[in-house]
C-alpha cells in the first residue's frame, strides 16, 4: 500500500427495498368506482360535444367549407334513382357528381349541390339515397367515429319511361307542363316541365338560371300557378250536379248575353252562340254565360266546398314541392261578379297543372280522389326492401255524378272540340281550355282520360300563351293517352 496508509473498502451495496402496495377490496371497489365516473363523465361530456357539433350549433355544418358537408354532395356511395321499369334515372359518377339520364325528369330530380342545396327526389329522399335511413345505431355510429361510409339504397320511382318520353317529345321546346297519372293508384307516370336544365351543371349555371325571367327552376307542374279557364267548369258542373240544381239534360238558356252587378257576359264564345240547348251542350261547347250564371247560383260556399275536396285551397301532399291552387286571392271579398268569373275558369282563379290532372283523375276514378305519388320503393342490391308509398284515395262526389261529367267530357271529344285526341276504338274523355293571360295571350289547356269505360291515364296539359286549348293543348294529350293505352 502506497504511503502505508490503511485501506480503503468499498461499502457493500445495500439491500434494495420494496414497498409493495396491498390494496384492501374495499380500496379496489371504491377506486374502480372512481375510475368508472371519470369514463362515464368522459363519454358524456364527448356525447354532449357531438351532439352540439352535430345538432344544436348548425353553423358549422352550413358552412360551405365544412369537409363533412360538401362530401354529402360528391358522395360516391349515394343512392341510385330509378324508373318504374327499374331503368337507371340518376347515378353518381367516379368523380362524385350526379348524372341524370333523361334532362325532361331534371324538375322532378332536382338537384344537389353544395351552393345552392337540395331539391325535388333528391331532397324528399335524401335519407334514403344516403344511407341514413335503415342503416342502423351501429353503422351510424361508425360512420361518425370511423368515417366508415354509409351506402346508400336505391328510390324507384312512379314514372313510366314510355309515357315520359312521349310527353318530351310532344310538348317539345314550348314552354308549359305535362301531367300524366294513374287514376287509381295516383301513380305518376310522367312529369315534364319546359324549360328545362342541368342539375349536374348547377354550380356553374345556377346564377344564370336564376336571373333567367323563363324561370327554368320551376317546376311548372306542381308550383306553376295559372288561371285553367275552361277545364274548370268540370269542377263547377261537379259541384251544380252535386247540388241537385241542374243536370246534363236540364234546358238552359243564353239570351247572348248576361249582365251580373253590372258585368256582361256574352255567349260569343261558342259556335252556337245565343240559344237554348241541354246542359250537356253548354258544357261540351264551353259557353261561359251559362256557368257564370250557373256559379252565381251555386253559390261561393257550395263552390268552394266542393273544389276544396279536390284539394284546391292547399298544397297537395306530394313527395315534390306544390303550390296551393286558390278560387280567389287571399283577403278579396266574395262578390257575385267574382263567383261568375270563377265559375267559368277566370277571376281570380289559379291552378297546377297536378292539380288539374287530379280533377280529370277524380272524374275518372268515379269520384274518388287519389292521392298523388312519386317515389315507390326503396331497392338494395337489385331487390326492394322498403315501401315508400302506397295508394291512397278520398270520395270527394258521388259516383253517379262523376258518371255523368264523364259522359259530357266524352261528349266533348266526341263532338271534334279537341284535335288529336280521338283513338279509333277508345273512348277518351275530355275538356279544352283557353285562359286568357293577362298579357293578350291565352294559355292553352286540356285535361282528359282514358279508356273511359276502365281508364288507365289521366292527363293535364297547359301550353303557356299557346292560344286554343283544343287546337294546342289537345294533341300534346293525345300522344301520351296513345302510350298509355298502348302500353
Known amino acids: 500500500m502506497r504511503g502505508g496508509g490503511a485501506a480503503r473498502l468499498s461499502p457493500r451495496p445495500a439491500s434494495r427495498r420494496y414497498n409493495l402496495l396491498v390494496l384492501t377490496p374495499a ?24 351532439a352540439w357539433w352535430q345538432v344544436l350549433d348548425t353553423s358549422l355544418a352550413s358552412e360551405d367549407r365544412n369537409p363533412r358537408r360538401l362530401s354529402r354532395f ?102 308549359g307542363a305535362v301531367v300524366a297519372l294513374d287514376p287509381g293508384s295516383g301513380d305518376i307516370l310522367a312529369m315534364v316541365s319546359v324549360p328545362t336544365f342541368d342539375p349536374g351543371a348547377l354550380g356553374s349555371t345556377g346564377e344564370a338560371l336564376l336571373r333567367d325571367p323563363g324561370s327554368p327552376l320551376l317546376n311548372r307542374a306542381t308550383q306553376g300557378l295559372y288561371p285553367p279557364g275552361s277545364t274548370f267548369k268540370t269542377v263547377t258542373a261537379l259541384a251544380a250536379l252535386e247540388a241537385g240544381i241542374i243536370t246534363p239534360q236540364t234546358t238552359v238558356e243564353c239570351p247572348g248575353e248576361i249582365i251580373i252587378d253590372g258585368f256582361p257576359i256574352s255567349c260569343r264564345n261558342t259556335p252556337q252562340g245565343a240559344g237554348t240547348y241541354p246542359f250537356s251542350h ?21 263552390l268552394e266546398e266542393a273544389s276544396g275536396r279536390l284539394g284546391f285551397g292547399r298544397e297537395l301532399t306530394f313527395g315534390l314541392d306544390t303550390a296551393a291552387s286558390q278560387l280567389r286571392s287571399p283577403g278579396s271579398p266574395r262578390t257575385a261578379v267574382l263567383l261568375a268569373s270563377t265559375a267559368f275558369g277566370q277571376g281570380e282563379l289559379l ?115 299557346g292560344g286554343q286549348g283544343g287546337a294546342v293543348a289537345a294533341p300534346i294529350a293525345g300522344q301520351v293517352i296513345r302510350a298509355a293505352v298502348q302500353r
Open 351 to 465: 291552378a297546377t297543372p297536378l292539380q288539374m290532372a287530379l280533377v280529370a283523375a277524380t272524374v275518372a276514378n268515379r269520384g274518388q280522389l287519389p292521392a298523388p305519388r312519386i317515389a315507390l320503393d326503396a331497392w338494395h342490391s337489385g331487390k326492394p326492401i322498403a315501401a315508400l308509398s302506397r295508394p291512397s284515395s278520398a270520395r270527394a262526389f258521388d259516383p253517379k255524378v262523376a258518371d255523368e261529367v264523364a259522359a259530357m267530357m266524352a261528349g266533348v271529344v266526341e263532338a271534334g272540340q279537341a284535335a288529336g285526341v280521338a283513338i279509333p276504338g277508345i273512348t277518351v274523355a275530355g275538356k279544352t281550355g283557353t285562359a286568357e293571360a293577362g298579357d293578350g295571350t291565352s294559355h292553352a289547356w286540356f285535361i282528359a282520360f282514358a279508356p273511359v269505360e276502365r281508364p288507365r291515364v289521366a292527363v293535364a296539359v297547359i301550353v303557356e300563351s
Open 282 to 302: 253548354a258544357f261540351i261547347y264551353s259557353v261561359n254565360a251559362v256557368f257564370a250564371k250557373l256559379g252565381v247560383e251555386l253559390g261561393w260556399q257550395r
Open 74 to 175: 360528391y358522395d360516391p356511395n349515394r343512392g341510385r334513382i330509378l324508373d318504374r321499369d327499374g331503368n337507371v334515372v340518376v347515378e353518381t359518377l367516379p368523380d362524385g357528381r350526379r348524372y341524370l339520364y333523361d334532362a325532361s325528369l331534371a324538375h322532378v330530380i332536382g338537384y344537389l349541390d353544395p351552393r345552392y342545396g337540395s331539391q325535388g327526389i333528391e331532397r324528399a329522399y335524401d335519407a334514403i339515397l344516403s344511407g341514413r335511413a335503415g342503416s342502423g345505431w351501429l353503422a351510424a355510429l361508425r360512420y361518425e367515429l370511423l368515417r366508415e361510409p354509409l351506402r346508400g339504397d336505391d328510390v324507384r320511382l312512379a314514372i313510366d319511361p314510355s309515357l315520359q318520353a312521349a310527353a318530351r317529345a310532344a310538348l317539345g321546346g314550348r314552354k
Open 27 to 50: 380500496d379496489f371497489e371504491r377506486r374502480l368506482r372512481v375510475f368508472s365516473a371519470l369514463a362515464v363523465a368522459f363519454l358524456l361530456a364527448s356525447l354532449a360535444a357531438l
